[in-house]
């Protein structure tokens, strides 16, 4: 409990061990015990192949756990299967870094989003094309992408894109794995603005997972801090630089601010060469 509310998810001493004939077991998650709350932004950073993807898949049931329990709305959701894992999966929605892999280049934008309207029942065949546009305004797209082919639009709109179809699903969580991280530095700027606002604007949870601890820290209430497959330590996004204790955060945060340092002397450095 937090603030006396209850846990929208609830991770419960998590284990996923990856095992292969003649390969040796991979540890990629390993008791992992984390809460999401409604409403929150939890942000989970680690460096590659700390098992962010991995925690992200298992929640989604893209994978199964080895050992250990996931609650959803206090109810055990580990071991779904059929129909009601079907119904599960609309509840959490995941979006991923490369938003190209998930689209059908033949279908246009306002078919890509509309689908899951019509397949969850959450719109009629004749108020679809109304409810795309709605999606698109709230994602800061004009009405004119729905009809338009996904090789039209370019890598930040193709996320906002994807962003609108997820929400238009009506999902209680919204899992983000990396969903900025190969967009150019403004680009990804404005994306981080619009999860802000769409954060305030909505009651749907989110998990925003990046390597990037500073990308992190402008979206989420708390950040989870993930080392070889363990959540080491978990903080307050606002409290980061006064209560991060574990010695892998200290060194995330380090070089967070190398490159900062890096970037205000190559600004320096081209104000020189301006000025003369
Ligand atoms: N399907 C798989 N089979 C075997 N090992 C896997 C599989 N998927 C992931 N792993 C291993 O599990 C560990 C955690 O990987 P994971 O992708 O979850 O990390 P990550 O923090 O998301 O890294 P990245 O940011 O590079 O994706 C790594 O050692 C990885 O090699």
Redesign the pocket.
């Known amino acids: 409990m937090r603030h006396g509310v209850n846990p929208i998810l609830e991770l419960k001493d998590l284990y996923k061990t990856?095992e292969?004939k003649g390969q040796k077991a991979?540890h990629?998650l390993r008791s992992i015990n984390l809460n999401l709350y409604p409403g929150e932004c939890l942000g989970i950073v680690?460096?590659?192949?700390?098992?962010?993807?991995?925690?992200?898949?298992c929640i989604t049931h893209l994978?199964r756990v080895s050992s250990g329990q996931i609650g959803y709305h206090q109810q055990d959701i580990t071991r779904l299967k059929g129909e009601a894992l079907r119904l599960q999966r609309k509840q959490i929605q995941m979006v991923f870094q490369e938003p190209s892999a998930i689209f059908n280049p033949r279908l246009k934008i306002g078919a890509f989003i509309g689908e899951p309207l019509m397949n969850y029942g959450l719109s009629k065949r004749r108020q679809v094309g109304e409810a795309v546009i709605q999606l698109l305004e709230r994602v800061g797209l004009p009405a004119s992408v729905a009809s338009k082919y996904p090789h039209e639009l370019s890598g930040g709109e193709q996320q906002r894109v994807v962003i609108a179809r997820a929400m238009g699903i009506q999902p209680d969580i919204i899992i983000f794995?990396?969903a900025t991280s190969a967009l150019d530095a403004s680009i990804q700027q404005q994306i981080l603005q619009l999860l802000r606002q769409l954060h305030l604007q909505t009651d749907i949870s989110t998990i925003f997972?990046s390597?990037d601890l500073a990308v992190v820290q402008q979206v989420s209430d708390r950040i989870a801090v993930?080392h070889q497959?363990e959540v080491v330590e978990v903080v307050e996004s606002s409290q980061l630089n006064h209560s991060a204790n574990h010695p892998y955060t200290r060194s995330l945060m380090a070089s967070v601010l190398s490159v900062r340092e890096i970037r205000q002397q190559l600004q320096v450095a081209d104000l020189q060469s301006i000025t003369g």
């Open positions: 990856y292969a991979v990629a680690g460096e590659s192949g700390s098992g962010k993807s991995t925690l992200a898949k994978e794995d990396e997972i390597h993930m497959g």
